[in-house]
């Protein structure tokens, strides 16, 4: 007999994983966005399928989620979000370039990289990791299951070690509300005003 999909087992899944988050290394991936929004750097997120709609989301929230009370949010860049860059880098190079020939275009020394991936194995987050330090930009990571390839060449990783790429993207999700949350309280430029 098939299984039949249980919500609390999913909801008490979503919780444990939660507080599994390692809170050390939110922290310096907070810590890190902050300095970059005070240099006025720039954030570049990427990700595949949900994980490239959580980066667009994520994008949005430290445009302008953060920046409601001064008007100046972080300089951010979501990949996936050009479909005209994407469809003309995956058929006139490959999909595996498409985020690291943008990277290589846009990124500068100092700026920050965010990869969102169930697995960690995605080729094209794989390749932008590696580009981004060849470029002297750090390389966060959000990674689900075994993390894969990405908990290797990632400077930095939250890996949420679930075999479930719905809870995965989840907790990608609720991590970047979370940052949005804790760079609100922290803005730099909150006595600006508008």
């Known amino acids: 007999m098939k299984n039949r999909f249980d919500v609390r087992e999913y909801i008490n ?30 954030v570049f997120i990427c990700g595949n399928g949900g994980s490239a ?3 667009i989301h994520m ?3 430290l445009f302008y989620g953060i920046a409601k009370e001064s008007g100046k949010g972080i300089r ?5 979000a050009n479909q005209s860059i994407l469809t003309c880098l995956a058929n006139d190079e490959s999909y595996a370039d498409i985020f690291s020939s943008q990277l290589s275009v846009l990124g500068q020394p100092g700026d920050i990289l965010i990869v969102l991936s169930g697995s960690g194995n995605s080729p094209n ?6 580009k981004a330090k060849q ?3 750090k390389a966060f990571a959000i990674l689900g299951y075994s993390g894969g390839k990405c ?26 509300h979370m940052l949005m949350r804790w760079l609100s309280d922290h803005n730099p430029h909150k006595d600006q005003g508008r």
Not at 76 to 80: D, Y
């Open 76 to 80: 951010v860049h979501a990949l996936p």
């Open 59 to 61: 994008a949005n929230d």
């Open 135 to 137: 470029m002297g930009i």
């Open 13 to 42: 899944n979503l919780t444990n994983t939660i507080q599994d988050i390692d809170k050390k290394k939110f922290s310096e991936i907070a810590q890190a966005l902050l300095k970059t929004w005070q240099e006025d750097r720039q």
């Open 151 to 176: 908990l290797d060449v990632a400077d930095i990783a939250i890996h949420t070690a679930i075999d479930d790429m719905q809870i995965a993207e989840d907790c990608q999700q609720i991590i970047g």
């Open 125 to 130: 987050v794989v390749k932008v990791i590696q």
């Open 53 to 55: 709609a959580n980066a």
